[in-house]
């Protein structure tokens, strides 16, 4: 079996390395070109809207309620978020037109919402009110069922803890004011008093002074803000309400904060406003809250990237649609501290701040907060990641250890796929093709009837592998890749429900999967590798107020082998199936201490079962995994949070601590906020990872590229069982520091920086090469002659990663949002490492020491649109074993060039953006196939291709 550097035994020379001066100038002129490439056109999405927003509601404060609400419509036109619908609703009623209120709360009846019979009562209340004459300035009359229709993401409110208040009598302005008053004077005087008859009829608080009552809290699944009491007007201090949402089977986030919501009242309290009861005061907080940044991974609840405990990348739906790009690795290249590479097509590993390998197997791949990490080979093969990229809201990257809060695998970060919520109403198709037989469809749908939202989408597809796998007169080998020359051929599909059966219930389910072959390469001595595989997930959630439970099954059968073999040798077919099945359980709670300290307590319990079938083991096994965690975040004032987590794990096979099989993980974080929109971050942890199930049961006669020669293989039990009952594998273990700051203040200008040092231990790898200089007899099973055994084990000598990350966002003019990262990591190794440097070679270097990301958007006005990202990676050098005769196997350095590569896409979009079309190259600096540019010595080289894709929305 043969690959792009089989066989090497020595580093490659570096008569290249001048391309490292090359290709830093090009990624210098890249970044110098973006800066003065400043067309007319929009910033990003999510800033435009979020000073759409800001600016509407402050309009309307201000009693301007043509121009607030003309600039809340233009925020719902660039991200459409259904809470604006009820602002501009709360204005037009405010502004005394009953009739544009009502039609903009029956539009935001159409959207998945939590507080639909409250919004129902009311609209029923204003029509009622309409029919019999009374003013449409006094409809909003409150009722403790129907609540006050005032501030919140997530449900409509009830008033202040003063309990129900009937219907506000209508005032007869005329009698107080005579007839000549004019229509401010006349709504002024007549909410002045209806809250007078509400006081003498209520015995409430004067507005402006109360209180809120205490407030019961939601937690909601789908992540918007759960409701929480409110002020009935003025001034006074929220309750213990607010507690933000858990995180759910969307993953989608809620409001943070205590009291804040995203939903706000139109029109602050006094004598301008509306009637006590109607509506809570707006703060500059409550603004924001609408569309500022929201993340969930980093603590399993919703919260502002400055809170959250770990450093953290976030890459929007607008990233995803403007950068063309068909594979959600190439997409994340552009994040910092995020080592991708790619060896073919379809077969991509990603890393977070080091210890990429073939098959990385120290990120946790997550969709919706569901693992599709496979477990039996310890893998994200991401052409099975089966959401639709149309359906992705947005991808949270978590960068350091996560084992804390998500147990084994999130060694050295978390990759969590958030997709759209069900039920909002379009359809979409998608198509594309292009170079190297390129080709991808998308149908997407998604609607709502009643309480019952769903979405469904199915997607295809394929491109051809950069290497041909046997050339046309070659006669020695065969390719037996059902694929033939594709990378990958995927049929991808997901269909979920989701339905609110009452008050703070939410329940969610569906099915994704994804199937076909593709090619990868396989660990140690094992190459090109394909597999036909077919992934399967039911899941279910259900989110009752502060409660969380969800289980999910992944069903995965697969065949595979290598991909090409000499001609008439036996094949090394792997035949198998797995099921994972997991349950999950989480409870937030939240108490106000005092007047400015609030605890937040998370309690979690899970289990896992593993079953495994498959022919390159020793026997089919069945294994119980338990884990529980408990985190604790204080919050004190507006400027100071600690965040205690500790998660704990039993695996069945693991000594762990005193025999029990019982792994600690805790980790520790401090955040000071100087100013609102500042953070300084200092964080520790520690995380590892369990032996998969390949680690633990192989029992293989794996064979060599010399024919009738094999090398025995064995996992850790095997091994345990058969040559020496003292061994026994241990998890992998790392633990981690980061310091980290991050200035948000300015929309025009944003940066952070973060330090981080790693040091990681007990790697597991392919070890150990006993050669028996007589072989023995024949193997029956597979017809060859060992020469050794090899096997993996732990290697107890320490790897240290230290580096610095530092990026910055730059909108210098309206229309240009420019993004740049740089990424430093030293790697170091103990003296009897197996990937340390010795006299005779260069120690493993497979971390880069430099990475650069620069980038560029720009949305034009008349819907023309630009994105290209230019990636600058260091040289490296990559440990890899090497088969030998005489040996059995030996470790050899291979140096890799550093290289630099562009991807761009230009689109365009018409029909008021339901059409658009684009252009996608990705790496547009490799034209010659010979040349292009080669991420891993194992690797094929690659090469610039080109793809366009039209997508239509109904």
């Known amino acids: 079996m043969r690959s792009g550097a089989e066989g090497a035994e020595r580093v490659r020379p570096k008569e290249e390395s001048v391309n490292g001066r090359f290709h ?10 973006a800066f003065v490439a400043a067309p007319s056109a929009y910033a990003d999405e999510l800033a435009d809207a979020r000073r759409h927003f800001r600016s509407g509601m402050d309009l309307i404060r201000r009693r301007q309620f043509d121009s607030g609400i003309a600039e809340l419509e233009s925020a719902y036109r660039i991200v459409p978020r259904p809470n604006v619908l009820y602002n501009i609703a709360r204005a037009y009623y405010d502004a005394g037109n009953s009739e544009r209120a009502l039609e903009y709360l029956r539009r935001y009846l159409q959207h998945d919402i939590s507080d639909r019979p409250d919004i129902e009562a009311l609209i029923a209340r204003i029509e009622s009110r309409s029919r019999s004459g009374g003013s449409s300035a006094t409809a909003s009359a409150t009722t403790s069922s129907g609540g006050a229709t005032s501030a919140s993401s997530g449900g409509a409110q009830s008033a202040s803890g003063a309990g129900s208040t009937s219907a506000t009598p209508t005032i007869n302005v005329g009698a107080l004011t005579g007839a000549n008053v004019d229509g401010t004077q006349a709504s002024m005087l007549r909410a002045l008093a209806e809250q007078l008859l509400t006081l003498a009829n209520n015995g409430a608080q004067p507005a402006g002074t109360g209180t809120a009552g205490a407030g019961a809290t939601t937690a909601n699944s789908t992540g918007t803000t759960g409701t929480s009491t409110a002020n009935p007007a003025g001034t006074g201090t929220s309750g213990a309400g607010g507690t933000t949402g858990a995180t759910g089977a969307s993953g989608t986030t809620g409001a943070a904060g205590a009291g804040t919501s995203g939903r706000v009242a139109a029109n602050p309290a006094g004598p301008a406003g509306p009637a006590a009861g109607e509506a809570g005061g707006i703060t500059a907080r409550d603004d924001d809250d609408e569309y500022e940044a929201r993340i969930v991974t980093a603590s399993r609840v919703a919260q502002s990237p400055l809170d959250a405990p770990n450093a953290t990348g976030v890459i929007t739906a607008q990233d995803i649609r403007l950068s063309g790009l068909t594979s959600i690795p190439q997409i994340l290249r552009r994040i910092a501290g995020i080592d991708v590479m790619s060896l073919d097509g379809s077969d991509y590993q990603v890393s977070v701040r080091g210890f990429n390998q073939r098959l990385s197997n120290k990120v946790l791949v997550l969709v ?5 990490y496979l ?23 978590i960068r350091g250890p996560g084992s804390a809060l998500y147990g084994a695998d999130a060694y050295t970060g978390v990759i969590n796929i958030i997709t759209r919520p069900p039920g909002e109403s379009r359809t979409q198709v998608s198509i594309g093709g292009g170079t190297a037989e390129q080709l991808r469809g998308a149908f997407l749908t998604s609607g709502r009837a009643g309480d019952v939202s769903y979405r469904g989408s199915v997607q295809y597809d394929q491109a051809q592998s950069y290497g041909r796998l046997v050339g046309p007169t070659d006669h020695a080998w065969e390719s037996i890749s059902p694929a033939g020359n594709l990378a990958f051929r995927n049929p991808r599909f997901l269909v979920e ?29 094992l190459r090109q590798y394909y597999t036909d595989l077919t992934l399967i997930q039911p899941f279910v959630q259900l989110d009752v107020q502060n409660f969380s439970a969800r289980a999910f099954w992944n069903r995965v059968s697969f065949t595979a082998g290598p991909t090409i073999q000499p001609r008439g040798a036996p094949v090394l077919e792997s035949r198998g199936h797995q099921d994972v099945v997991d349950v999950d359980l989480q409870y937030n709670w939240r108490a106000r201490i005092s007047q400015t300290v609030t605890n937040t307590l998370q309690f979690g319990a899970g289990y896992r079962l593993k079953n495994i079938s498959w022919n390159y083991l020793d026997n089919d096994h069945t294994l119980h995994f338990f884990s529980g965690f408990l985190q604790d975040t204080l919050r004190v004032g507006e400027r100071f949070s600690a965040v205690a987590s500790l998660r704990a794990d039993r695996h069945p096979v693991l000594d762990g601590i005193g025999g029990s099989g019982f792994v600690l993980s805790p980790r520790g974080a401090l955040i000071f906020k100087p100013t609102e929109r500042r953070a300084l971050r200092l964080t520790g942890g520690t995380a590892f990872r369990t032996p998969t199930m390949l680690e633990l049961f192989l029992d293989l006669n794996l064979q060599t590229p010399t024919p009738g020669v094999s090398v025995r293989s064995y996992g850790g039990e095997v091994a345990r069982a058969r040559i020496d009952p003292s061994r026994r594998l241990r998890p992998e273990s790392a633990i981690s520091f980061d310091l980290g700051f991050q200035d948000q203040t300015l929309e025009v200008f944003q940066y952070e920086v973060n330090l981080f040092f790693t040091r990681g231990w007990d790697r597991i790898d392919f070890y150990g090469s006993n050669v028996d200089p007589l072989p023995g007899d024949l193997l029956p099973d597979s017809r060859t002659v060992p020469v050794g055994a090899r096997g993996y084990s732990n290697d107890p000598a320490s790897t240290y990663i230290y580096g610095a990350e530092l990026g910055l966002k730059l909108a210098p003019v309206e229309g240009l949002d420019f993004n740049v990262n740089y990424t430093l990591a030293l790697t170091s190794y103990d003296a009897n490492n197996s990937l340390a440097p010795t006299p005779e070679r260069e120690g493993d270097q497979r971390t880069p020491m430099h990475k650069l990301n620069v980038g560029l958007q720009v949305r034009t006005r008349f819907g023309l649109e630009f994105e290209t990202y230019g990636h600058y990676v260091a040289r490296q050098v990559w440990i890899e074993p090497v088969f030998d005769a005489r040996a059995g196997s030996r470790d050899v350095p291979f140096a890799m060039n550093d290289y630099f590569l562009i991807n761009a896409r230009l689109g365009m979009r018409l029909l008021d953006g339901r059409l658009e079309l684009g252009v996608t190259g990705t790496n547009l600096v490799d034209v010659n196939p010979t040349t292009g540019h080669q991420e891993h010595p194992l690797g094929y080289r690659q090469w610039a291709r080109v793809m366009a894709n039209a997508s239509y929305r109904f």
């Open 375 to 397: 477990d039996f080979l310890g893998v994200t093969l991401w052409p099975f990641v089966f959401p639709a990229l149309e359906e992705i809201d947005r991808i949270e990257i």
């Open 497 to 525: 429900a989701q339905g609110r059966l009452g008050r703070g219930v939410v329940l969610r389910g569906g099915v994704g999967g994804a199937t076909g072959p593709v090619q990868f390469s396989a660990p140690s001595l």
């Open 24 to 33: 830093l100038r090009a990624a210098t002129i890249a970044a110098a070109l």
């Open 368 to 372: 919706d907060g569901r693992s599709v």
